[in-house]
């Protein structure tokens, strides 16, 4: 399983107002996600999907995005 993360330039509103920019010059960036636990689904093997079974099923499976989140 990957997690993929994007990246945002919040230089303009999220780091002391603004007065620290990022340096792009240090990218590649890396990211770690320690201690980054998720409940999934096994694959069968069969077909594209792999359904959850009817006895564990994780909450976020059917969770939708509210229009804020979009």
């Known amino acids: 399983m990957n997690v993929y993360a994007t990246l945002w330039d919040g230089s303009d509103w999220a780091t002391t107002g603004g007065r620290i920019k990022v340096d792009w010059k240090l990218s590649p960036f890396t990211i770690l996600f320690p201690d980054f636990n998720i409940d999934g689904c096994m694959w069968s093997g069969r077909?594209?999907?792999a359904p959850c079974s009817t006895s564990?099923?994780?909450k976020w499976i059917d969770q939708?995005?509210?229009l804020r989140e979009v």
């Open 47 to 49: 077909g594209l999907t």
């Open 64 to 66: 939708k995005l509210t």
């Open 56 to 58: 564990y099923k994780p």
